[in-house]
């Protein structure tokens, strides 16, 4: 099956910088999109920024400008750079691709365990 590795969730002051990573491992045929969301208790999970195998990237207005995605593709690895950090940008981060495990099936999406990241005031 598919796995999801997801690290680098802290601690961290407002101001500051964090770089969360995401390692696909398994049965995996291509790869068509990966993406961070973000949740904080009593919310929806939301989408902050996503790349598509072209390169293409879409940011929640909330953090476009202070996020960078990015992808190592031989390595099957995503990437969110934050910069300038908030409190308002703690929450768990989850990292989620869509594959196909072989090239005759469908897409499918897959989730990591998500990371928590908080920002002090």
């Known amino acids: 099956q598919v796995q999801l590795v997801e690290s680098g969730g802290a601690l961290v002051e407002a101001g500051g910088s964090l770089r969360l990573s995401c390692t696909a491992s398994?049965?995996?045929?291509?790869?068509?999109?990966m993406a961070w969301y973000r949740q904080t208790p009593g919310n929806q999970r939301e989408l902050a920024a996503e790349?598509?195998?072209?390169?293409?990237?879409n940011y929640a207005d909330s953090v476009k400008g202070r996020f960078t995605i990015s992808t190592d593709d031989a390595n099957r690895t995503v990437y969110l750079q934050m910069y300038s950090l908030k409190p308002e940008d703690t929450a768990v981060y989850f990292c989620?691709?869509?594959?196909?495990?072989?090239?005759?099936?469908?897409?499918?999406?897959?989730w990591s365990q998500g990371t928590q990241v908080t920002v002090s005031s």
């Open positions: 989620n691709i869509n594959l196909r495990i072989n090239y005759w099936s469908k897409i499918t999406t897959h």
């Open positions: 398994g049965s995996i045929s291509s790869i068509n999109t």
């Open positions: 790349i598509t195998r072209s390169g293409s990237t």
